[in-house]
């Protein structure tokens, strides 16, 4: 497994990364035979660390976690506890997942675009309905099934995940809810 580690405004020494590279390799090896890559990456908020760790699972899904501390070492624990326990919770689905699919999942490319916020409050009106763009970039729409769009979406800790349904082939939104259930829209169910 390849590993990115790295820290905001932060010196990562040596005994860090090992720590993690064997803590993290170990927790995710226990659950998914064959992650391609992790991505560590650590900062300050006031007197707390902030770990964020993503790893890259070679079925295509990606799994997400966070955790903070008064010390760095800390920080990172609580965030592999978190991410532990989401791949605890989906082994069997990880599993079942990755024998149906004779192929890793497919990603299409699409591109999205970053709008201002609005600063504006109150009641007033904008001066144009026109949105002011302010970043071009490309993201990957991934080609799953339903079951797996909601697998990706706990994992990877999104309260939105857009995919491409590979029953109809589709665009497709998985949402989290206000009451906490998962929401999917399918505008092709509506022809």
Not at 57 to 69: D, E, F, M
Not at 91 to 117: G, T
Request: charged share 30%.
């Amino acid at each position: 497994m390849r590993y990115q580690i790295s820290g905001k405004q932060i010196d990562i020494g040596d005994a860090l990364q090992a720590h993690v590279k064997s803590e993290l390799g170990e927790t995710v090896e226990k659950y998914s035979q064959r992650p391609t890559d992790a991505t560590v990456a650590f900062s300050r908020n006031a007197h707390e660390f902030v770990c964020e760790t993503t790893v890259h699972l070679s079925t295509g899904l990606t799994a997400a976690a966070r955790g903070s501390a008064n010390e760095i070492y800390a920080a990172f624990d609580a965030c592999r506890e978190k991410m532990d326990k989401q791949l605890r919770r989906y082994k069997r689905r990880l599993k079942d997942h990755h024998k149906e699919r004779a192929e890793p999942v497919e990603f299409a490319e699409a591109p999205m675009y970053v709008l201002a916020a609005n600063g504006e409050t109150g009641d007033s009106e904008p001066e144009t309905l026109q949105p002011m763009i302010i970043a071009e970039m490309e993201t990957k729409i991934p080609s799953l099934s339903v079951g797996e769009a909601v697998m990706q979406m706990e994992l990877s800790g999104l309260s939105v995940l857009v995919f491409r349904n590979e029953k109809s082939g589709g665009v497709n939104v998985v949402h989290r809810r206000d009451d906490g259930n998962v929401g999917w829209i399918d505008p092709s169910a509506s022809r």
